[in-house]
């Protein structure tokens, strides 16, 4: 069973900056894509950014040249350096590891509260 543990988040004024971490148990991180999804309120789940077992890397449009998602397969670690961020950022972010390719599992970690706010 695998487990996805997520840190960072924060409460932060417009335009500041926040590094989401997210730890991962299990075996053979480095072949399963990672990505970040997003939840605001009363809204559904979205799609934030992904990084491939072969570091591809796709952002949702509204990320685009304002986050960057990384991942570090020694320490079994995904990450999102947030800069310029917005009220609308607001979410629960959630980290994803997504086995399609290698074993048909999916799992998420139970996300981490991001507040933009004055």
């Known amino acids: 069973q695998v487990q996805l543990e997520e840190s960072g988040g924060g409460l932060v004024q417009p335009g500041g900056s926040l590094r989401l971490s997210c730890l991962a148990s299990?075996?053979?991180?480095?072949?399963?894509?990672m990505a970040w999804y997003r939840q605001a309120p009363g809204q559904q789940r979205e799609f934030v950014a992904i990084i491939g077992s072969d570091y591809m890397i796709r952002y949702a449009d509204f990320v685009k040249g304002r986050f960057t998602i990384s991942r570090d397969n020694f320490k079994n670690a995904l990450n999102l350096q947030m800069t310029r961020l917005k009220p609308d950022d607001t979410a629960v972010y959630y980290c994803?590891?997504?086995?399609?390719?290698?074993?048909?599992?999916?799992?998420w970690g139970k996300g981490t509260q991001v507040t933009i706010s004055p």
């Open positions: 994803n590891q997504d086995g399609t390719h290698v074993d048909g599992t999916e799992y």
């Open positions: 299990g075996p053979m991180f480095s072949a399963y894509d």
